[in-house]
């Protein structure tokens, strides 16, 4: 069974950061495409930072330039570097991944277009 596992998330001040790390287990990330998202109360689970399988990054509008996302092959991990964080942040944050096939730059958002979820991990800005 696929498992995703996030681990970074915490309370920081506005401007702070954080780092936020996904792991799997049983399900090698490289060359997959592995979004981050996060859901605030009451919402549907917005595309925050996505990779496609070819290394191609999108970022949602509200945070380009102040989040990074990357892989670290060796350790089977993508991680998303938070920056210069506002309270509008403040969300529970959600890895996922795709079962097999590429994305568009534009797709790599879609929470529909991904099939492995972990359970979150939440962030907290005041």
């Known amino acids: 069974q696929v498992q995703l596992v996030e681990s970074g998330g915490g309370s920081v001040q506005v401007g702070g950061s954080l780092r936020l790390s996904c792991e799997a287990s049983?399900?090698?990330?490289?060359?997959?495409?592995v979004g981050w998202f996060r859901r605030l109360p009451g919402q549907e689970r917005e595309g925050v930072a996505a990779?496609?399988?070819?290394?191609?990054?999108n970022y949602a509008d509200s945070v380009k330039g102040r989040f990074t996302i990357s892989r670290d092959g060796a350790k089977n991990i993508i991680v998303v570097q938070m920056d210069s964080l506002k309270p509008e942040d403040t969300a529970m944050y959600y890895c996922?991944?795709?079962?097999?096939?590429?994305?568009?730059?534009?797709?790599?958002?879609?929470?529909?277009?991904?099939?492995?979820w972990g359970q979150g991990t939440q962030v907290t800005v005041s």
């Open positions: 996922a991944a795709r079962r097999h096939g590429n994305l568009t730059t534009g797709q790599v958002l879609d929470r529909l277009m991904y099939n492995f």
């Open positions: 990779i496609a399988g070819d290394g191609r990054t």
């Open positions: 049983t399900l090698d990330l490289a060359g997959r495409c």
